[in-house]
């Protein structure tokens, strides 16, 4: 299982940004997905969630700001960043928790994988 994430990059203050994450491999199902971030000099952070049913999870600091969602047929997460904060700046990562076919006919493994990362940078 891989997840691969697109989409960050440069933008002034005030700007958007959309991170995607699409997960692919042996996929059986996929649980609960999140974007982390992780700063210079600091350690990662949840930055918002979103379980299989819908149901959303985000860090204070990005309330109204952001929004996840995920599209289970691509087996994808999105986060959309509206009115972007040079505090934002960081390495954003996603998380997904999968259920995966094994080599053994009929039998999955569950595990938690991340993506890459993807750079965020807001400038002011």
């Known amino acids: 299982v891989q997840l691969q994430a697109f989409g960050g990059g440069l933008v002034q203050a005030g700007g958007s940004l959309r991170l995607s994450c699409a997960a692919s491999g042996e996929i059986f199902s996929i649980n609960d997905m999140g974007w982390y971030r992780q700063a210079p000099g600091k350690q990662r952070e949840l930055v918002a969630a979103v379980t299989s049913g819908g149901s959303t999870n985000y860090a204070d600091s990005v309330k109204g700001r952001f929004t996840i969602s995920r599209d289970n047929a691509k087996d994808t997460v999105y986060l959309q960043m509206n009115n972007l904060k040079p505090e934002d700046t960081a390495v954003y990562y996603c998380?997904?928790?999968?259920?995966?076919?094994?080599?053994?006919?009929?039998?999955?493994?569950?595990?938690?994988?991340w993506g890459q990362g993807t750079l965020v940078t807001v400038s002011s």
């Open positions: 998380n997904a928790g999968v259920r995966y076919r094994t080599i053994i006919a009929g039998f999955t493994k569950r595990n938690n994988f």
